[in-house]
């Protein structure tokens, strides 16, 4: 990885880079899933900056309509549980770990193998939810030497001191949080972040198209490492 005043070539490669993407579509039944609105784009934009500046990267995603980022390796999963073990099975190879992906944190506990009829006698359908993996936490537990782990965050209360117990209670070491009730933030092609690291203050971005934060992000935390390891 380069900062982005570097050259962009095959000659800054050598770090390899790990970014997640998308939603989850946890399935109720064969033809109704529990998801989220997530797009991806904030995920395709890492994979597809840090390959720019010649890192090797591996996006593992959830369901989206985006093409795959030129020069990426894009590895497609539908499920929490099916994300959770593609990025265990990659964790221990990424020098850098960007967990950008709207991951459920809960899925029906029993999926019908057939779809549910409805029918006019029908009460209303309850569903018994499950925990699903948090893989964010154990990236942490799990976290090599020298490795850098990115978080994300979207809030709509207390950003900033939810973002930082996340970051803590992780053992993260950098997370982004966007507040979701900040017109332009969220699920949109835009959005205005906070980057929080484990010593500083707040470093707020303004308000930018996606692939500018993915830039303004790696400058950020690329600077900072270059400034531990000098």
Known sequence: LAETEAPRDASRAGHDVLVTAGPTREPIDPARVLT????????YALAEAAAARGASVTLVTGPTALSPPPDVEVVSVETAEEMNEAVQARRTDADYVFMAAAVADYTPAAPSPSKRKKTDTDDDLVLHLRRTPDILKTLGQHKQPQQVLVGFALETDDATQNARKKLNEKNLDWIAVNNLRDEGAGFGPTNRVTLLGRNGTPQELP?????????????????A???ETS
């Open 36 to 43: 989220n609105p997530s797009t991806g784009t904030m995920g």
């Open 225 to 227: 490492r270059q400034e």
């Open 207 to 223: 308000l930018m198209p996606k692939a500018q934060v993915a830039e303004a992000l790696l400058d950020r935390i690329l600077a």
